[in-house]
Each structure stands twice: as C-alpha cells, then as structure tokens.
C-alpha cells in the first residue's frame, strides 16, 4: 500500500499533471517559482524548474494584476491557475472576479468563457488574525458564473483540482491552512473528479451532517462518536460549494428526515442558510425536527489562541447539535 501523503503534495501532483497533460495550462502568482520558494507553502515547489518560467511564473504582489493577466490568458485560449495568497486578499480584486470573470460568458452570449482557477487558501488554526483567516466562499457563490470547490482529503484535493482546472467556468479553489498538514491516502494519478457532485463520506439514518472542507473532517468525527451512542449519521461533502448537489442532498436528508449543516465561515448568511432554505421548502412537513446550522462566530477571526480556538465548530459542538435535534 502507497504511504500516505499530505495535501500540499497532492495539490503539487495535480498541478504537474496538468501542466504536463495540456500545454495550455499555465500557473502564476506571488513567490510560486522556485528561486522564490515554490509558493509561501511549497504547493508549486519544483513546477517552474520543471515546465519553465514562461508557465509557472512569480508576480508582483498585486491581485488585480494576477487576476487581470488570468482573465485575459483565459479569453486568449489558456487555461491559467492563478494564485491569490490569502482568501481575504481576494477582496482587492472583487472588481476583476465578479465583474468581468464571472460575467464575460453571460454578457458575450455564451461565446467567451473565462476557464480559469483561483487558488486561495484560508482557515482559523494558525494564529493569523482577522485579515488572514477568513471564509468568505458565501461571497463568491452569490455571484452567478463562479464555480466554488473545496476539498477534505489529499486524495480529494489532487481530484477536485484537476476538475477545476478543465473546467470551462472560473473556479474560486480554496485550500484550509491548517489542513495542507494533515496526511490522507494518496490518489490514483489522473483521477479527475467533475464538479457539481457531492460526496456521501458515511453512510446513515437518522440525521443528515452537511458540511465541506475541514470541517467536514469534523463531521466525520462527530458521526464516528455519536454512533456509540445510538445515532447513525450520514456524512455529506459537498465538493462543489457552488453549484451545489441538491439532488443528492434532498436524497439524504429525505431519508434521515433530519439536517444539520456545518461550516467554518460565519453562520449569519452563509451557505447553510441557502442549504437550509432549499432543504425546508421541499422537504416541508416530512423532517422530524427544524434544520440547524453550525458556524462560525459572527467576527473577524481572534489573534488570540484560546478566542481562536472558540471560534469555528468542533466535533463536540456537531455532536451537541445533533443530540438536541432528537
């Protein structure tokens, strides 16, 4: 059996076989070539030696520039990966990702599309304050024309980036900081996984836990010790935040007749009100008990360890949760 790898790894596999597989994909951002390190974290380590500087390139530190140059190499006929350090630093190029990527398909009748990644990762854990940990994925799956994917296993990660990469729509790809650390079984090379399908990662019957990312390794865990207690919990990744799988949600959640949906992003309007919604008008008057969301705290992410700590859902808060649904 193959060692197990982590998930900087299987991102790095994933870019190499892509970059390897078709030569119009390209990847650029702040320090990704390796005389400036291979990436703040080492996910594009050793891809610059390997294709050469013309496809995987170090930018000035400017989003709207990297975000501009991807959109146009996108128009042009690449398929580029750009990488956008840190989640909340997508922010300075709102302008370029929803306003010109997101919406160049539908204002061209469908004739350009904008087949291009934005890498960007994110994640409470590592003590890096307010401005550096945010999940901000609500924002971009308001936004009509922007894919949102994000994954909870190296195996996931290589597959899910493949499936971005070769997908026609722009793709917001978020990587937890936390999480490139965390070791899983390695994936079967070229294995691409199609967007828009979610994940049944435990199989159950008496609630639903929806989550994706991290915290669906949470999620996980928290089904794990509550079947100790009696209650079978079926586990759901999402995969793909946007568009989400509605079908196989409905699916679960009209068999356990109960839902709870976790996420690391602020509770207050995000993704699991949308999923909550959907869930309770077409599933009105067959659930055993309401719809409840986990998330996290309505604040900027603490700088302070014990604050931090508190802010995002753990596994005993999932537990807790779905203890009261019954």
Partial sequence: ???????????????????ETD????????????????????????????FGDQRVRST??????IIGAGIGAAIAGMRPVTEIMLMNFTAVAMDMIVNHAAKLRFMSGGQTHVPMVIRTMTGSGMGNG???????????AHSAGIKVVTYSSPSEAYGLLLGSIFDDDPVIFIENLPGYFVPGAPPVRGTVISLGHANIMR???DITLISYGAMANQALLAAENLSRE??????????????????????????????????????????????????SEKLHGQLKSPIRRLGGAFCAVPFSKPLESAHAPKAADIEAAVRSLF
Avoid at 130 to 140: I, P
């Fill in 203 to 205: 199989a159950g019957s």
């Fill in 1 to 19: 059996m193959s060692e197990n790898i982590n998930c900087i790894a299987a991102l790095n596999m994933a870019l190499h076989d892509a970059l």
């Fill in 230 to 279: 009696g209650i079978s919990a079926e586990v759901v990744d999402l995969r793909t935040v946007a568009p989400i799988d509605f079908a196989t949600l409905l699916s679960s959640v009209d068999k356990t007749r109960r839902a709870l949906v976790v996420h690391e992003a602020v509770r207050p309007f995000g993704v699991g009100a949308e999923i909550a919604a959907e869930l």
């Fill in 60 to 65: 000035p530190i400017s989003e709207q520039a």
């Fill in 23 to 50: 030569p119009t994909v390209i990847v650029f951002g702040e320090d990704l070539a390796d005389p400036e390190g291979g990436g703040v974290v080492g996910v594009t380590r050793g891809l610059s030696s390997a």
């Fill in 130 to 140: 307010g401005q550096h940990s945010d999940y901000l994925e609500a924002w971009f």
